[in-house]
């Protein structure tokens, strides 16, 4: 039986492109290019692409750049859209947890919950960080996002994803899990196919000490988490209880 982000992502890659969390691209890649130099000769993979909006944008500006997911319609899509915008752009079906590069990659990045958080396990979520890890060359920058804890302790999470999402998704009967930080929903959208699909969602939270031991782990030297905001990428915005997720940003 698939897991529920694997039918979450199954036929809803034109409705994915239409949520509010997905509009904020150019900002987000426009981060992503300060923090390489804008350094068009770096080589870099995208963990969790979707439909690629990130990794069309950073091909459009010379960017050699590698796509992986697991949703075998979002790659469809990413497809198109890399065709229709005259780039190319590697798109392959992998799994986070399991994949492997003979060549390593100066960036990796994993944004807007790409494979992270979303796994039912905590040594599943930690296989993805320790290959992103190994798909990096020394002195490789490894930038992504994940669900702050900090925002459920204080928020409901239900109110949020409500009011940030479009095309009938909806959050119901959410169970915070002070014991393992992962949050228990029911969640409720309408694909591309106008059919309404239910899942039961678990998602897990993380403490930004967490993050930097994780990651520390792995023998990143340097760890840097700031406040996530969506299409506002930006190492000035501190993390507080106030942001959903956190933006992380380690060097090999």
Same mark, same amino acid.
């Given at each position: 039986m698939k897991q529920w982000y694997e039918q979450l992502f199954t036929d809803y890659a034109n409705s994915y492109d239409k949520e509010i969390y997905t509009q904020g691209t150019i900002a987000e890649v426009d981060f992503i290019e300060?923090?390489?130099g804008h350094d068009t000769s770096r080589t870099i993979l995208d963990i969790g692409c979707g439909t690629g909006r990130h990794a069309i944008e950073l091909a459009k500006?010379?960017?050699?750049?590698?796509?992986?997911?697991?949703?075998?319609s979002q790659l469809a899509r990413a497809r198109e859209k890399a065709a229709?915008?005259?780039?190319?752009?590697?798109?392959?079906?992998?799994? &986070?947890?399991?994949?492997? !590069?003979?060549?390593?990659?100066?960036?990796? !990045?994993?944004?807007?919950?790409? &494979?992270?958080?979303?796994?039912?396990?905590?040594?599943?979520?930690?296989?993805?960080?320790?290959? &992103?890890?190994?798909?990096?060359?020394?002195?490789?920058?490894?930038?992504?996002?994940?669900?702050?804890?900090?925002?459920?302790?204080?928020?409901?999470?239900?109110? !949020?994803?409500?009011?940030?999402?479009?095309?009938?998704?909806?959050?119901?009967?959410?169970?915070f899990d002070l014991m393992s930080f992962r949050d228990y929903s029911t969640l409720?959208?309408?694909?591309?196919n106008g059919i309404n699909k239910t899942m039961e969602c678990n998602e897990r939270y993380y403490a930004?000490?967490?993050?930097?031991?994780?990651?520390?782990?792995l023998n990143f030297k340097t760890i840097d988490i700031f406040g996530?905001?969506?299409?506002?990428?930006?190492?000035?915005?501190?993390?507080?209880?106030?942001?959903?997720?956190?933006?992380?940003?380690?060097?090999?």
């Open positions: 300060k923090e390489i500006r010379g960017y050699s750049v590698t796509g992986i997911d697991l949703s075998d229709i915008a005259g780039v190319n752009v590697t798109f392959l079906k992998r799994d &986070a947890r399991d994949f492997y !590069f003979e060549e390593p990659f100066d960036l990796a !990045f994993m944004l807007c919950e790409g &494979a992270f958080s979303l796994m039912e396990t905590d040594e599943m979520n930690f296989q993805i960080l320790q290959n &992103a890890e190994k798909a990096l060359k020394p002195g490789g920058i490894f930038i992504f996002s994940c669900l702050n804890v900090l925002f459920p302790l204080y928020h409901s999470v239900k109110d !949020f994803i409500n009011k940030n999402t479009e095309n009938e998704l909806k959050s119901e009967e959410n169970t409720t959208i309408k694909d591309d930004p000490s967490e993050i930097t031991w994780l990651l520390k782990s996530c905001i969506t299409g506002d990428f930006r190492r000035d915005k501190p993390l507080s209880t106030e942001d959903y997720e956190m933006l992380v940003v380690a060097v090999k």
